[in-house]
């Protein structure tokens, strides 16, 4: 036993066996990044999705996290809610949710705040780079 009893075993499971670790390249229009950080800590998370254009659903998802093990267990279970659903669907994913499905303790709430915030800005994205595409179609030639 590493870590301290403080952490659940969900916990200590994402964080020795995390999921969906990696990336996707951020140029492909099929990918949304995002990348966000925690001022109080200095962490940083970088979750994308990989979007079937055609029906909005996400096909894929990954994470690379630096920062506290919490933070990477929490980017590690966003990335398996994501995958298979619908882009309106994740933007519903709660902070609160991750945190009671790993039993963070109070400190380490603002470490599933990072996955929901990363889950938002990868969608955020992803809606920008479409629009851009769109646009760029209509005024071309
Ligand atoms: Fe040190 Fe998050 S505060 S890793
Ligand atoms: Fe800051 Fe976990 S301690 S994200």
């Known amino acids: 036993q590493l870590l301290p009893r403080l952490y659940h075993e969900r916990v200590v499971d994402h964080y020795n ?20 950080g925690a001022p109080a800590c200095g962490d940083v998370m970088k979750l994308q ?22 933070a990477i267990a929490s980017s590690s279970v966003a990335t398996e ?3 298979g659903k619908q882009m309106e669907e994740v933007l519903t994913i709660k902070n609160t ?20 915030d990363a ?6 994205d992803y809606e920008a780079k479409r629009g851009k595409l769109g646009a760029d ?3 071309a030639p």
């Open 49 to 70: 999705i990989k979007v079937d254009d055609q029906t909005g659903k996400i096909v894929d998802a990954c994470f690379k996290t630096f920062g506290c093990g919490s």
């Open 81 to 83: 809610w994501v995958k």
């Open 17 to 36: 066996n995390p999921r969906n670790v990696g990336s996707f390249d951020k140029t492909d229009p099929t990918v949304g990044t995002g990348l966000v």
């Open 97 to 116: 949710e991750i945190a009671k499905h790993l039993s963070l303790p109070p400190v380490k709430l603002h470490c599933s705040m990072l996955a929901e």
């Open 119 to 124: 889950i938002k800005a990868a969608v955020k």
């Open 137 to 139: 179609t209509e005024s």
